[in-house]
């Protein structure tokens, strides 16, 4: 399986939003590891607990960062981690499930929605902050 790596291209110029974005992918790759080494059971468990800690971590400091600096699109951001945050919760209540396919399309889902979050969602911010600093 393709290790992922934290590609330049996913930095907001940020400093702790950069820090925990790149602390996300990590983990995202710690799963991949596991699995890849046959821990599944360690990889179930890293998921279901330490990865979606630190989402639900991460979500939060993001939210008030985002009202700290006067985000016009706050709400709007807040309600699209609020729907990921119901799919993980969905995903997690399946992770037991004797099939494997639940756990790894779940992981994919989870993996390419972060992805696609911090590449277009949350570069919205950042782009907001860099033209109010002019
Ligand atoms: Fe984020
Ligand atoms: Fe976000």
Avoid: C
Avoid at 13 to 28: F, S
Avoid at 36 to 65: G, M, P
């Amino acid at each position: 399986m393709q290790l992922f790596n934290f590609d330049n291209e996913f930095k907001l110029g940020i400093e702790q939003i950069d820090k925990e974005h790149a602390g996300l992918v990590n983990m995202l790759n710690e799963v991949h590891i596991l699995i890849r080494e046959n821990e599944k059971a360690k990889a179930r468990d890293f998921f279901r607990d330490t990865l979606s800690a630190f989402i639900e971590q991460h979500f939060a400091h993001e939210e008030a960062f985002l009202q700290d600096i006067g985000y016009p699109q706050l709400e709007e951001h807040k309600k699209i981690h609020a729907q990921f945050r119901q799919s993980m919760e969905a995903t997690l209540s399946h992770l037991d499930s004797e099939d494997d396919t639940v756990f790894r399309n779940g992981l994919t889902d989870v993996y390419t929605w972060i992805i696609n979050h911090i590449g277009k969602t949350d570069r919205k911010y950042a782009a907001y902050l860099e033209a109010s600093r002019k």
